[in-house]
Nanobody, 118 residues
Framework: QVQLVESGGGLVEPGGSLRLSCVAP????????AGWYRQVPGSPRELVAT????????TYADFVKGRFTIARDNSKNTAYLDMMSLKPEDTAVYYC???????????WGKGTPVTVSS
């Protein structure tokens, strides 16, 4: 069973920063695209950022452009989401997803909660 493990969430004041990490099995991570998504109760899960397997293409949702940075280290089988200038509306559970044409299915982590509040 493939498991993705997210970490780094927590409580932060508005304007603060957090770094999320997602560790995946090396057998799939290096050939897969990685993405971060977020969800608040009662709302659909929304895309935050994606990065291709060799970091050649990166996309961001408009609401995080200039504040969040997605990156990956294939030698550590880890994807990152650096979040700066956090706002209360960034409060959500953040999920990591591994996907791509070489995988049989998409894989999701269990999520890490982020709360932005004073």
């Amino acid at each position: 069973q493939v498991q993705l493990v997210e970490s780094g969430g927590g409580l932060v004041e508005p304007g603060g920063s957090l770094r999320l990490s997602c560790v995946a099995p090396g057998s799939i991570f290096r050939i897969a695209d990685a993405g971060w998504y977020r969800q608040v109760p009662g709302s659909p899960r929304e895309l935050v950022a994606t990065i291709t397997s060799h970091s050649s293409q990166i996309t961001y949702a408009d609401f995080v452009k200039g504040r969040f940075t997605i990156a990956r280290d294939n030698s550590k089988n880890t994807a990152y989401l650096d979040m700066m200038s956090l706002k209360p509306e960034d409060t959500a559970v953040y999920y990591c997803k591994i996907s791509g044409p070489f995988l049989k299915t998409d894989y999701w982590g269990k999520g890490t909660p982020v709360t932005v509040s004073s």
